[in-house]
């Protein structure tokens, strides 16, 4: 099976673990999930400009983008208006929609706020953070 090039967007100060566990699953020999991450490792600069230069490279590079829906993932940032956007992941998404990615998302709780950029953005939705929801909603992606 090709593996999907597969951008992940989430709130890295909180849900760094679920694209963590994202990767053991890529690795492990015994799960089906195959992805090529697209996501950048820590971008080390606070510059908000070569952030947003290095974020858009990788999205161009995938073809799709999973979003991680976590309890901060429509919170404001505090540099909002440098970002243009309300925070990270709307930026990402954003870019994905421009890239013609197709858009996947999991809510890490129903009860999570999704980024405004979903709403519109024709996303196939993960009901839970299980291999088998992310795979089937990386599959449904338009």
Known sequence: ???????????????????????????????????SDKTPDEIDTTNIGRIKAALTTRIKSATYTLVIVGKEANKTHKYSKLIGFKNWLNFEI?????????????KIDKSYESP????????????SFTEDAIIKALNEAK
């Open 94 to 106: 954003y870019q994905s929609k421009q890239n013609s990615n197709k858009i996947a998302a999991v």
């Open 116 to 127: 405004d950029e979903l709403s519109g953005a024709g996303a196939a939705w993960a009901m």
């Open 1 to 35: 099976m090709a593996k999907k090039k597969v951008f992940v967007s989430f709130d890295y100060d909180n849900d760094k673990h679920y694209k963590y566990l994202l990767e053991a699953w890529d690795a492990n020999p015994d799960f089906d999930f195959v992805f």
